[in-house]
């Protein structure tokens, strides 16, 4: 990926990021240029035409992205969690496939959660005068609205699969219905499939307990920390922004520059430190990911437990991630006052969007279970135990 034109990109992005959440205005074009530029590619191995970049070049990418525009960064989640899933795929033929259509541009959307009473998958696979027909319902459905292509769970006779079909298929329908207060750019809406025809050739079993998920788990939280950390450097760049020009300090007579208050200083030197350590975390966790997976992929001996130790190790980020920057959002307020409050300044957004993905996978549960690793080396599990 040419970094000049990620940078110019970044730069355009950063530009309209307010503006286009007051408008609830979907970056369609910034995700198509990103992708062009090969954003979401960039792990393709280099012996099949690809970058073959590292997960600390790629997590890196992220958070820059995300300090310009935490939405359009939010949308590639689910894409390149499919390209690691390629990574780890023993099909030749499988593999080969896909990376020829990650290099063409095609995007990937993720569809995996469903809206219910338990976490039971009702989506489902049947077989109708020969041919595959995929019905179901999914929420929260990140990037769906931008992708050339769905990823999604479902059954087939009683079995786990996961299942990915063409967004322009018949029977596909992609709603812009996301309704949380943050993060309201990322396409995260309803996915409905309707007798949905498919290839078999798309349909590939799933075992919830093997390394893939267990690395994917810590992947796709890795990335939403790689978000948050690029929200504290966007709250820090505005807050830096919207006190340069100032020449009133709440509560003073006169003119009291508040670039020259201790107590604003004092504000930004935490928002400055949050998002340094942020980042700095996030970098350290996509080290041991990185670390892992190009173990498991080499047949050394020991993976698995690397790939644990790696999911752990994000877990362990969550914790100190998450709860920085949502502080960190919210005392960005202290720097101007009510002035700060001003909807066309849209510092607020920067708190929604931190809040909103720290909903995501709540960190109380990754808490639990990292002490219960710790005490009593009991391995993690995909879903918590009904009950």
Same mark, same amino acid.
């Given at each position: 990926?040419?970094?000049?034109?990620?940078?110019?990109?970044?730069?355009?992005?950063?530009?309209?990021?307010?503006?286009?959440?007051?408008?609830?205005?979907?970056?369609?074009?910034?995700?198509?240029?990103?992708?062009?530029? %090969?954003?979401?590619?960039?792990?393709?191995?280099?012996?099949?035409?690809?970058?073959?970049?590292?997960?600390?070049?790629?997590?890196?990418?992220?958070?820059?992205? !995300?300090?310009?525009?935490?939405?359009?960064?939010?949308?590639?989640?689910?894409?390149?969690?499919?390209?690691?899933?390629?990574?780890?795929?023993?099909?030749?033929?499988?593999?080969?496939?896909?990376?020829?259509?990650?290099?063409?541009?095609?995007?990937?959307?993720?569809?995996?959660?469903?809206?219910?009473?338990?976490?039971?998958?009702?989506?489902?696979?049947?077989?109708?005068?020969?041919?595959?027909?995929?019905?179901?319902?999914?929420?929260?459905?990140?990037?769906?609205?931008?992708?050339?292509?769905?990823?999604?769970?479902?059954?087939?006779? %009683?079995?786990?699969?996961?299942?990915?079909?063409?967004?322009?298929?018949?029977?596909?329908?992609?709603?812009?219905?996301?309704?949380?207060?943050?993060?309201?750019?990322?396409?995260?809406?309803?996915?409905?499939?309707?007798?949905?025809?498919?290839?078999?050739?798309?349909?590939?079993?799933?075992?919830?307990?093997?390394?893939?998920?267990?690395?994917?788990?810590?992947?796709?939280?890795?990335?939403?920390?790689?978000?948050?950390?690029?929200?504290?450097?966007?709250?820090?760049?505005?807050?830096?922004?919207?006190?340069?020009?100032?020449?009133?300090?709440?509560?003073?007579?006169?003119?009291?520059?508040?670039?020259?208050?201790?107590?604003?200083?004092?504000?930004?030197?935490?928002?400055?430190?949050?998002?340094?350590?942020?980042?700095?975390?996030?970098?350290?966790?996509?080290?041991?990911?990185?670390?892992?997976?190009?173990?498991?992929?080499?047949?050394?001996?020991?993976?698995?437990? !690397?790939?644990?130790?790696?999911?752990?190790?994000?877990?362990?980020?969550?914790?100190?991630?998450?709860?920085?920057?949502?502080?960190?959002?919210?005392?960005?307020?202290?720097?101007?006052? !009510?002035?700060?409050?001003?909807?066309?300044? %849209?510092?607020?957004?920067?708190?929604?969007? !931190?809040?909103?993905?720290?909903?995501?996978?709540?960190?109380?549960?990754?808490?639990?279970?990292?002490?219960?690793?710790?005490?009593?080396?009991?391995?993690?599990?995909?879903?918590?135990?009904?009950?």
């Amino acid at each position: 990926m040419d970094d000049e034109v990620f940078t110019d990109l970044l730069v355009e992005a950063r530009a309209g990021a307010a503006e286009r959440e007051r408008r609830r205005e979907l970056p369609r074009d910034l995700v198509s240029r990103l992708t062009a530029a %090969g954003l979401p590619s960039a792990r393709v191995p280099a012996e099949h035409g690809g970058e073959g970049a590292d997960l600390v070049t790629v997590f890196d990418r992220l958070v820059r992205l !995300a300090r310009a525009d935490s939405n359009v960064a939010h949308v590639f989640r689910g894409h390149l969690a499919f390209v690691e899933k390629q990574l780890f795929e023993t099909d030749e033929d499988v593999r080969a496939r896909w990376f020829a259509r990650f290099r063409d541009g095609r995007l990937v959307g993720n569809a995996v959660s469903e809206s219910g009473g338990t976490s039971d998958v009702s989506t489902a696979l049947r077989e109708a005068d020969g041919r595959l027909l995929l019905t179901g319902r999914k929420f929260y459905t990140t990037g769906c609205l931008y992708a050339d292509w769905i990823d999604t769970s479902a059954t087939w006779d %009683g079995a786990a699969v996961q299942v990915s079909v063409p967004t322009g298929a018949a029977g596909v329908e992609v709603v812009d219905d996301w309704k949380g207060f943050g993060q309201r750019l990322t396409g995260s809406g309803t996915t409905t499939f309707t007798d949905v025809e498919v290839d078999r050739a798309e349909v590939r079993p799933v075992d919830p307990d093997d390394d893939l998920q267990t690395y994917l788990l810590g992947f796709f939280q890795l990335v939403l920390l790689a978000v948050s950390a690029g929200i504290a450097h966007a709250a820090l760049d505005d807050a830096v922004e919207f006190v340069r020009p100032r020449t009133r300090v709440f509560g003073y007579a006169g003119q009291v520059r508040p670039r020259e208050h201790d107590l604003v200083q004092a504000v930004v030197g935490d928002l400055s430190s949050a998002a340094s350590v942020a980042r700095a975390v996030v970098l350290h966790a996509a080290r041991t990911l990185d670390a892992a997976q190009r173990a498991h992929r080499g047949g050394a001996a020991g993976s698995p437990d !690397a790939l644990r130790e790696a999911q752990l190790e994000v877990y362990r980020a969550q914790q100190v991630v998450l709860p920085l920057v949502v502080r960190a959002t919210s005392d960005l307020f202290e720097v101007g006052g !009510a002035s700060a409050t001003d909807v066309d300044l %849209g510092l607020d957004r920067h708190w929604r969007n !931190a809040r909103t993905i720290a909903t995501h996978n709540p960190a109380v549960h990754r808490k639990r279970a990292i002490g219960d690793w710790e005490l009593n080396r009991t391995p993690t599990r995909r879903y918590l135990p009904a009950g």
